[in-house]
């Protein structure tokens, strides 16, 4: 009986080892350690809610990527306006030059509608009137947002002022207006421009941390459950030959009833 019973012993040890040999983990299930467990699922929960998060942040992210990138055409078209209007400003300009000139002019404020129509990511524009303001998760437990302020850079709008969809630089005055226009909606593209690289960058900033974050959360769970496989296969053979040599201690003690039974001969 005692014999049997080392060897059964053994032979549970050599099971569970085995399992963790398997699945790499010591912690494998709830009847292993219940509070270890419970520990570790928490922390999975937590670290596979930040996938949301990061998807959260890297679309908005492209929303104002997309945003920066048709505010600065807008802001190189604004200065090639400018140009044909100090251009235009030169009363001593004949009719044909003029016209040529405004022809320009009214071509470029029409590629700025273009690119504010366009400037749409997975359905959001940001800088089209009433555009969309970004707020992308900050945490597992959606309590926190980072938030990037829609700019509206459509002709009429806050941003370009008393630029407009019918401005036009017919007349050397008309020109001459124009120029002080351009420079306000310049300066205010610039600053819209400014404050959407700092909302992209923040967004970007916040990404980093969190799939850093993320890996931490991974690697402390490994931590809890994983299992030491080096030990854990040293362990392996140290229990087979242990079970070996049980079976043997089993063998004999099996042949001492033999032993007796012969004396009875």
Do not use: P
């Not at 998807?55 to 997309?66: A, F, K, M, Y």
């Not at 400018?82 to 001593?92: F, I, P, R, V, Y």
């Not at 309590?143 to 050397?172: C, F, R």
């Amino acid at each position: 009986m005692a014999a049997l019973q080392n060897l059964n012993a053994t032979n549970a040890d050599l099971a569970t080892t085995q399992a963790r040999i398997n699945t790499g983990k010591r912690v494998g299930s709830v009847k292993d350690n219940g509070a270890i467990w419970a520990i570790a699922q928490n922390q999975r929960a937590t670290s596979n809610s930040l996938n949301a998060v990061k998807e959260s942040l890297q679309r908005g992210q492209s929303t104002v990527d997309v945003a920066v990138s048709a505010g600065e055409s807008i802001s190189d078209l604004l200065i090639l306006m400018k140009e044909k209007a100090l251009a235009a400003s030169d009363s001593s300009l004949d009719s044909n030059s003029r016209t040529a000139l405004n022809d320009d002019f009214i071509s470029l404020r029409d590629q700025i509608t273009k690119a504010v129509d366009n400037a749409i990511f997975n359905g959001a524009n940001m800088i089209m009137s009433g555009g969309t303001t970004v707020e992308a998760l900050a945490n597992a437990d959606a309590s926190s947002v980072i938030t990037v302020m829609a700019q509206d850079l459509s002709l009429g709008g806050t941003v370009m002022g008393s630029l407009s969809s019918t401005s036009s630089i017919s007349t050397a005055s008309a020109a001459a207006s124009m120029i002080a226009t351009l420079n306000t909606a310049i300066i205010n593209v610039s600053s819209s421009l400014s404050k959407l690289g700092t909302g992209s960058k923040s967004l970007g900033s916040h990404l980093d941390f969190v799939m850093k974050l993320q890996d931490t959360l991974d690697a402390g769970v490994g931590n809890l459950v994983d299992a030491d496989l080096a030990k854990e296969s040293a362990k392996l053979q140290s229990l087979q030959t242990k079970q070996q040599l049980g079976i043997q201690a089993l063998s004999i003690a099996n042949q001492a009833s033999s032993t007796l039974l012969s004396l009875f001969r």
